[in-house]
């Protein structure tokens, strides 16, 4: 069965760090574009930022409210990605997805991981 | 960045009534658009992409369709599985993803 399975949730105070990783697994995860996506509680879905394969480059892109503050990596080794998130803010609290991307649409997500940010 | 408006944000059906959300962008997307269904506690589920294509395994009863700013999704006949939020998203620009607001279907 195609899974991504997210762990590393948890409650962090403000301007503390946390890493976020995704185990994928049943699916070519070296060939594959992958995103974080994020959901505050009662809120709409805002995308957080992609790595590129690293055949197409490896690179990211973030959105404007994480970039410089965050940083997607990923092991194709181990089939798993990575979400460093650093000088955490209060609205960075949030369910975050790791989902891929085919065609510029998020076929396949995670179930998600928490992210509290609180003092 | 590409904003995307959703409308309505609330719609209230019932089992059978034909729905139908509309999605406008800031900016000619061409049909770079994806549309998704979110039910409580639940990830989202890709439903339509490229404006019109349907995911494999998606009701047929689902539609999309549209091009440049304004896309439409339309659930032909209502059925009790398909309340839930839909959100829009843009991909016409692969540095900066963006979602709409959502609508939520409600029982009317």
């Known amino acids: 069965e195609v899974q991504l399975v997210e762990s590393g949730g948890g409650l962090v105070k403000p301007g503390g760090s946390l890493r976020l990783s995704c185990a994928a697994s049943s699916f070519i995860f070296s060939d594959a574009w992958m995103n974080w996506v994020r959901q505050a509680p009662g809120k709409g879905l805002e995308w957080v930022g992609r790595i590129k394969s690293k055949s197409d480059g490896g690179t990211t892109d973030y959105a404007a409210p994480v970039k410089g503050r965050f940083t997607i990596s990923r092991d194709d080794s181990k089939n798993t990605l990575y979400l460093q998130m650093n000088s955490l803010k209060t609205e960075d609290t949030a369910l975050y997805y790791c989902t891929r991307i085919v065609s510029g649409a998020f076929d396949i997500w995670g179930q998600g991981t928490m992210v509290t940010v609180s003092s | 960045d590409i904003q995307m408006t959703q409308s309505p944000s609330t719609l209230s059906a019932s089992v059978g009534d034909r729905v139908t959300i509309t999605c406008r962008a800031s900016?000619?997307?061409?049909?770079?658009l994806a549309w998704y269904q979110q039910k409580p506690g639940k990830a989202p589920k890709l439903l339509i992409y490229?404006?019109?294509s349907l995911e494999s395994g998606v009701p047929s009863r689902f539609s999309g369709s549209g091009s440049g700013t304004e896309f439409t999704l339309t659930i032909s006949s209502l059925q009790p599985d398909d309340f839930a939020t839909y959100y829009c998203?843009?991909?016409?620009?692969?540095?900066?993803?963006?979602f709409g607001g959502g609508t939520k279907v409600e029982i009317k």
């Open positions: 900016q000619s997307i061409s049909t770079w």
């Open positions: 490229k404006a019109s």
């Open positions: 998203q843009q991909y016409n620009s692969y540095s900066l993803l963006t």
